[in-house]
Nanobody, 126 residues
Framework: QVQLVESGGGSVQSGGSLKLSCTAS????????LAWFRQAPGKEREGVAC???????NYASSVKGRFTISQDNAANTLYLQLNSLKPEDTAMYYC????????????????????WGQGTQVTVSA
């Protein structure tokens, strides 16, 4: 099974930027849907962005226009560029993966993903 390792989290001020990375233990090219989720203390895990195995992306309304999901298939790495960060973006960010055919769209439901990383913390101060 694929293993996922996130990195790139940190502490920034409101309005700042971060770029998160998620490296997979095997190629995810055209075989997996990939996603980023986040979980703040005391809250449920919520979907942030996903990219299907055909390359189409989907974003939560709260981050659309500020966050960008992308992948580098040669490096087996998924990215999440976080711009214009707000204190409410503070959370543990997780990447997730699931085997999926190229024609299947991605959705931001935790139940749609079987493989998860350990998370990377993002903290945004006002």
């Amino acid at each position: 099974q694929v293993q996922l390792v996130e990195s790139g989290g940190g502490s920034v001020q409101s309005g700042g930027s971060l770029k998160l990375s998620c490296t997979a233990s095997e190629s995810t090219d055209s075989r997996y849907r990939l996603a980023w989720f986040r979980q703040a203390p005391g809250k449920e895990r919520e979907g942030v962005a996903c990219i299907d195995s055909g390359g189409t992306t989907n974003y939560a309304s709260s981050v659309k226009g500020r966050f960008t999901i992308s992948q580098d298939n040669a490096a087996n790495t998924l990215y999440l560029q976080l711009n214009s960060l707000k204190p409410e973006d503070t959370a543990m960010y997780y990447c997730a993966a699931e085997v999926a055919p190229v024609w299947a769209p991605c959705w931001l439901f935790t139940s749609h993903y079987r493989y998860w990383g350990q998370g990377t913390q993002v903290t945004v101060s006002a």
